[in-house]
């Protein structure tokens, strides 16, 4: 298994790393890349959250020590010059983008700002194959399609899973050691926050249920 660990120590001070979520929605995508954040300040490196929509029950689940960017704009073109902007400007070392609409606005935006020394991390969390199954919009269907004709540009691309990865494999066979597989972070000390809490539910108190 890899580790976003073995390049944190590469990462000066004063370098910024970017994550690019569309909003604050309560679903694994979110909850993961706000755990790396969380993972990333403890180890001292500066980062920001970017979001297409400042929204969604996590908004109160962003550490006190991240500064969030918010887009304000849920339309693809507006969100793509946006980002850009915020590229162009704060220049950061690296872009952690998370979910397929971040995805797809980042990999352009790369390939737009084609001089920008930003690593670009793209995070898949879902298999797409499987996904475009059930796929009912033209945009969907021709996701593999994209995928080849973008991932290129790329620093890394991850799988949370390697049934995932090797999901990606198949639609991108080319990306060789660009491809890594890092499971979600999900060990946290809110974790064992949750696990000391009294559980009340009775077949935890009775003894009559084998649990």
């Known amino acids: 298994m890899q580790s976003y660990e073995m390049n944190t120590e590469r990462i000066a001070n004063e370098e910024l790393v970017a994550f690019f979520i569309p909003s604050l929605a309560g679903g694994g995508g979110e909850k993961f890349t706000l755990n790396l954040i969380r993972g990333f300040i403890s180890r001292d490196i500066r980062v920001e959250l970017i979001v297409n929509s400042f929204s969604g029950p996590f908004v109160n689940a962003i550490p006190k020590d991240c500064k969030v960017v918010d887009l304000k704009s849920n339309h693809f073109f507006i969100s793509l010059f946006r980002l850009l902007k915020y590229i162009v400007r704060q220049k950061p070392y690296a872009l952690v983008s998370s979910l397929n609409h971040a995805n797809t606005i980042s990999l352009i935006a790369k390939i737009v700002a084609f001089w920008s020394r930003t690593k670009l991390i793209i995070v898949t969390h879902i298999n797409s194959s499987y996904a475009i199954k059930g796929a009912r919009s033209l945009k969907s269907k021709l ?69």
């Open 143 to 211: 996701m593999p399609v994209f995928m080849f004709l973008t991932y290129w540009v790329a620093d890394y691309v991850v799988g949370v899973s390697q049934g995932v990865t090797d999901d990606i494999k198949k639609s991108v066979p080319y990306l060789g050691s660009k491809l890594r597989t890092i499971y979600n972070p999900v060990i946290s000390p809110e974790l064992f926050e949750k696990a000391r809490e009294p559980v009340d539910h009775p077949w935890f108190i009775s003894k009559e249920h084998p649990v």
